[in-house]
T-cell receptor, first 116, second 110 residues
Framework: GAVVSQHPSRVICKSGTSVKIECRSLDFQATTMFWYRQFPKQSLMLMATSNEGSKATYEQGVEKDKFLINHASLTLSTLTVTSAHPEDSSFYIC????????????FGPGTRLTVT | GIQVEQSPPDLILQEGANSTLRCNFS?????LQWFHQNPWGQLINLFY???GTKQNGRLSATTVATERYSLLYISSSQTTDSGVYFCAVERASGTYKYIFGTGTRLKVLA
């Protein structure tokens, strides 16, 4: 149980275009989903918290107009990187916290974004 | 804000050896998890352990919340244990927002 999927696993896009990443909880309902970013050989940094049916909350320094988050249902959250630039190239990871459960988070396999 | 430091930063072991990884945090926490990030980037849940001791096969973990540290023990290490180990703690009570530690990069040699 407690499986989280992400799609796509890898994407290459041209500078200036937008990319959408999906995060799904496959076998549980997720009250809250989280988006992280990880640069090579570094730790994970929280970007934003996504609650079903409400606006996402962004961490300090994260541009909300650039990283659009939609949590339309209890099993799906999406992150759209708008007008991507090479510096947005990174490993994006989502996690989900199960509704009515504790604080334990389950992580997706990540999406590697390369902007050329 | 809360600081989370892990030690050692890098560790090389011969297959079959035992090791202890440490996670220190600068303030009291309600929630703590240990993860293994495999070479493909997937984070695998090892333990949810805000306090106490848990064991799962060759792995065990202990969190002493009052002293602000957690330990992850790996016994009889295998090459498949290679990767990066992270601890993560809840930033502030009720937020469910995690701060990740600096990580320990483990390489197990055959």
């Amino acid at each position: 149980g407690a499986v989280v999927s992400q799609h796509p696993s890898r994407v290459i896009c041209k500078s200036g275009t937008s990319v959408k990443i999906e995060c799904r909880s496959l076998d549980f309902q997720a009250t809250t989903m989280f988006w992280y970013r990880q640069f090579p050989k570094q730790s994970l940094m929280l970007m934003a918290t996504s609650n079903e049916g409400s606006k996402a909350t962004y961490e300090q320094g994260v541009e909300k107009d650039k990283f659009l988050i939609n949590h339309a249902s209890l099993t799906l959250s999406t992150l759209t990187v708008t007008s991507a630039h090479p510096e947005d190239s990174s490993f994006y990871i989502c996690s989900a916290r199960e509704r009515l459960a504790g604080a334990e988070q389950y992580f997706g396999p990540g999406t590697r974004l390369t902007v050329t | 804000g809360i600081q989370v430091e892990q030690s050692p930063p890098d560790l090389i072991l011969q297959e079959g050896a035992n090791s202890t990884l440490r996670c220190n945090f600068s303030d009291s926490v309600n929630n703590l998890q240990w993860f293994h990030q495999n070479p493909w980037g997937q984070l695998i849940n090892l333990f949810y352990i805000p306090s106490g001791t848990k064991q799962n096969g060759r792995l065990s973990a202990t969190t002493v919340a009052t002293e602000r540290y957690s330990l992850l023990y790996i016994s009889s290490s295998q090459t498949t244990d290679s990767g990066v180990y992270f601890c993560a703690v809840e930033r502030a009570s009720g937020t469910y927002k995690y701060i990740f530690g600096t990580g320990t990069r483990l390489k197990v040699l055959a």
